[in-house]
């Protein structure tokens, strides 16, 4: 079965940036869409970004500030978070055909 793990998060304060990564264990991106959720303690996870062929969505939450762009030869993409705000703090998941990675925490605080 496929698996994908999530990297990059991190402690970052306000106005930063950070490169979320989520690697495939096989190069599923390519024909499969993708999407990155959130989630903070006690709420659902909340829908970011949709990656699918050449098309990327945003959630209005983030549009603007968040970019997808994906590196084939190593089966990764990467959410890349601009101008990053206290609300941008959860865990962050990626998933694609209803598999869903570990998480990684992204934390935005002074």
């Known amino acids: 079965q496929v698996q994908l793990v999530e990297s990059g998060g991190a402690l970052v304060q306000p106005g930063g940036s950070l490169r979320l990564s989520c690697v495939a264990s096989?190069?599923?991106?390519?024909?499969?869409?993708m999407a990155w959720y959130r989630q903070t303690p006690g709420n659902e996870r909340e829908w970011v970004a949709t990656?699918?062929?050449?098309?990327?969505l945003f959630a209005d939450s983030v549009e603007g500030r968040f970019t997808i762009s994906r590196d084939d030869a190593r089966n990764t993409v990467f959410l890349q978070m601009n101008n990053l705000k206290d609300e941008d703090t959860a865990v962050y998941f990626c998933?694609?055909?209803?598999?869903w990675g570990q998480g990684t925490q992204v934390t935005v605080s002074s």
């Open positions: 998933t694609s055909n209803n598999i």
């Open positions: 096989e190069n599923i991106f390519k024909t499969l869409s």
């Open positions: 990656s699918a062929g050449a098309v990327s």
